[in-house]
């Protein structure tokens, strides 16, 4: 959302708006988990699977590599490296997306939506976090009300 080209694709979701409104208010930090544990750019894509009663995050086109503790772990080592009022993520993300990202069975096929596995992890250990989806921040009333919500948590 900041600019950095760290998406699957080579590419970015620099959203103008987060980058130049919310910086008024707020010291941002420009992460991408998938990037922090190691995937390259661009990158094999990764998935939300469900295998039994456990979700994890697999390579689309290789389901043996597992980043789901990997994901876990950063998540962990982040909110401790940093002291956080909110967070704002990206949806649909395997590691960011907050219940709009597609789940797949193990045959490939997808089956509803889940919660990315860094995003989840974060708002298990933090549950009072201000937490938001990049498309809840629309426009200056959005980002004012996100601001708000942090500075009166």
């Known amino acids: 959302m900041l600019g950095q080209q760290v998406r699957y694709d080579g590419k970015n979701k620099y959203t103008p708006l987060i980058a130049n409104e919310l910086k008024k208010y707020c010291s941002l930090i420009a992460v991408c988990p998938e990037v922090e544990i190691g995937l390259a750019v661009p990158r094999d894509k ?18 043996a590599c597992d980043f789901t503790d990997a994901l876990q772990d ?20 395997p590691s960011c997306g907050i219940d709009n990202t597609k789940l797949f069975s193990q045959s490939g096929k ?39 919500r942090i500075n009166y948590r």
């Open 46 to 63: 990764i998935q939300l699977t469900q295998i039994g009663n456990s979700i994890k995050v697999l390579k689309e086109n290789d389901p």
């Open 74 to 93: 950063f998540a962990g080592s982040f909110i401790k490296k940093y002291s956080l009022s909110g967070l704002v993520l990206q949806d649909k993300s």
């Open 110 to 148: 997808q089956i509803g939506l889940s919660s990315g596995i860094f995003a989840k992890t974060i708002m298990d250990l933090l549950p009072n976090l201000v937490v938001v989806q990049a498309s809840q921040l629309q426009n200056v009333s959005d980002i004012k009300q996100f601001v708000k």
